[in-house]
């Protein structure tokens, strides 16, 4: 049972190029998330899917894209990377939206230049 | 939209002093979550309080949420330096249409001087 797992670890972009980052989880939870972590700013909530098939705007959504791909697979698209997208970016789950605690993964390291 | 606020930032304190962070909701929450952070990694879940006045311990932590469901505080006595970290407070309150939303507070950084 490895939880919740994200690649890459690490990650250098030039300004406007793309990619994607991928978050997989193997506890059969519903709810996903995507969450950036800045200095002094905790965690912002990017985008989420409430469930398989569903994604909702969270407090940060510009200059993201997601797509759950099925139950286990939520990932993150930057389309056109800028430096303000220099963050540490966590993927989380959780089994319902109501009560349950949520599983951090290890985290990718963005940096944009 | 909900706001949870939590004081100090930060905190420095001394090997085997007390430490406390408080942790405030603008909006009645269903249940409080703590989360400690160590540096470098990611947060990792430490206890979820959800009924009124609920105190919970956990060895040395000690963990309290409000009669009014809307504030809480975790209490660390005689800290060692394996608390070193940041701990976050997550208020999960209903946000309508039948969803819940889990925000964050910005965490309180804790420094243990040996």
């Known amino acids: 049972n490895a939880g919740v797992t994200q690649t890459p670890k690490f990650q250098v972009l030039k300004t406007g190029q793309s990619m994607t980052l991928q978050c997989a989880q193997d506890?059969?939870?519903?709810?996903m998330y995507w969450y950036r972590q800045d200095p002094g700013m905790g965690l912002r909530l990017i985008y989420y899917?409430?469930?398989?098939?569903?994604?909702d705007k969270g407090e940060v959504p510009n200059g993201y894209n997601v797509s759950r791909l099925n139950k286990r697979e939520f990932s993150l698209r930057l389309e056109s990377a800028a430096p303000s997208q220099t963050s540490v970016y966590f993927c989380?789950?959780?089994?319902?939206?109501?009560?349950?605690?949520?599983?951090f993964g290890p985290g990718t390291r963005l940096t944009v230049l | 939209g909900q706001q949870v606020m939590q004081i100090p930032q930060y905190q420095h304190v001394q090997e085997g002093e007390d430490f406390t962070t408080y942790c405030n909701s603008s909006?009645?929450?269903?249940?409080i979550q703590w989360y400690k952070q160590r540096p470098g990694g990611h947060p990792v879940f430490l206890i979820q309080?959800?009924?009124?006045?609920e105190v919970k311990k956990q060895k040395r932590l000690t963990f309290q949420f409000g009669e009014a469901k809307k504030n809480s505080s975790l209490h660390i006595t005689a800290t060692q330096t394996t608390d070193v970290g940041t701990y976050f407070c997550?208020?999960?309150?209903?946000?309508?249409?039948?969803?819940?939303?889990?925000?964050f507070g910005k965490g309180t950084k804790l420094s243990v001087i040996p």
């Open positions: 989380a789950s959780r089994l319902g939206q109501d009560t349950d605690t949520q599983y």
């Open positions: 506890m059969n939870h519903n709810s």
């Open positions: 899917s409430a469930s398989e098939g569903t994604t």
């Open positions: 909006t009645t929450l269903s249940n």
């Open positions: 309080l959800v009924k009124s006045g």
């Open positions: 997550a208020g999960l309150a209903f946000s309508g249409a039948g969803s819940y939303q889990l925000t």
